[in-house]
C-alpha cells in the first residue's frame, strides 16, 4: 500500500531533550516536506527536499533540522525544543512534476 | 495581506443543502489550485485540482476566476460525511513545487 508513515504519532516531552520525528514514504517520491499546523494559522512548511541530498527552508524552519540521506526517509530533528513548537507536525511526499501530496498520519507534539 | 485566505467558517448547513465556499490568492502569476479535505485531526488528503474550465467531480464542482484571483468549491445535496475542514491550496509562482495552504473552511452538516 502506497503510504506515508511518521513515528511517533503522540510525543510529550520537555523544554531542551533532543527529539527525532521519523517520515518515511514507500512511492519513490522526490519531494518531501514537513509541516506545522496550529489553530488559525494553517499548515506551514517547515523545510522541504526535492531530492537525496538536497534541502531548503521553507516558511518557519527555525529551531528544525531535517536531513535527507535516503530516497526514502526525511527526519525532523529539534535539537532543544521549546513549548512553542507544540503543534500537529505532517510530513508529505509527492513526485516531482505532480502537486499532488500525500500526507502522512500526523505527529502530535506536546512540549512542556 | 495572507497568500492564500478563506473564510474560516464554521458553515452550519442542512443535509441536502447546496454550499460554497471561496478562496482568495494572491499572487497573480499562480499556475496550480487544489482543494484538499481534512477531517478532524487527521491528514489532509486531495479532494480536486481546480482547472481553468472549472471541473466536475460528483456533487462537487471546482471552479477558477483568474481576473479575481479566486477559486471556488461547491458542494451540492451535503451529506453528513462531507462534514470536515476544506484546505484551498495554490502553487507559489516561481518556486517549484511549493504549495501555499489556505488556514481551511470548516463545514458542518446537520441532519
Known amino acids: 500500500e502506497a503510504q506515508v508513515t511518521q513515528n511517533p504519532r503522540y510525543l510529550i516531552t520537555v523544554t531542551g531533550k533532543k527529539l527525532t520525528v521519523t517520515c518515511s514514504q514507500n512511492m519513490n517520491h522526490e519531494y518531501m516536506s514537513w509541516y506545522r499546523q496550529d489553530p488559525g494559522l494553517g499548515l506551514r512548511q517547515i523545510y522541504y527536499s526535492m531530492n537525496v541530498e538536497v534541502t531548503d527552508k521553507g516558511d518557519v524552519p527555525e529551531g528544525y533540522k531535517v536531513s535527507r540521506k535516503e530516497k526514502r526517509n526525511f527526519p525532523l530533528i529539534l535539537e532543544s525544543p521549546s513549548p512553542n513548537q507544540t503543534s500537529l507536525y505532517f510530513c508529505?511526499?509527492?513526485?516531482?512534476?505532480?502537486?499532488?501530496?500525500?500526507f502522512g498520519p500526523g505527529t502530535r507534539l506536546t512540549v512542556t | 495581506r495572507k497568500e492564500v485566505e478563506q473564510d474560516p467558517g464554521p458553515f452550519n448547513v442542512p443535509e441536502g443543502a447546496t454550499v460554497a465556499f471561496n478562496c482568495t490568492y494572491s499572487n497573480s502569476a499562480s499556475q496550480s489550485f487544489f482543494w484538499y479535505r481534512q477531517d478532524c485531526r487527521k491528514e489532509p488528503k486531495l479532494l480536486m485540482s481546480v482547472y481553468s474550465s472549472g471541473n466536475e467531480d460528483g456533487r462537487f464542482t471546482a471552479q477558477l476566476n483568474r481576473a479575481s484571483q479566486y477559486i471556488s468549491l461547491l458542494i451540492r445535496d451535503s451529506k453528513l460525511s462531507d462534514s470536515a475542514t476544506y484546505l484551498c491550496?495554490?502553487?507559489?509562482?516561481?518556486?517549484?513545487?511549493?504549495?501555499?495552504f489556505g488556514q481551511g473552511t470548516t463545514l458542518q452538516v446537520k441532519p
Open positions: 491550496v495554490v502553487n507559489k509562482a516561481g518556486n517549484t513545487g511549493k504549495l501555499i
Open positions: 508529505a511526499s509527492r513526485s516531482s512534476g505532480l502537486y499532488e501530496q500525500y
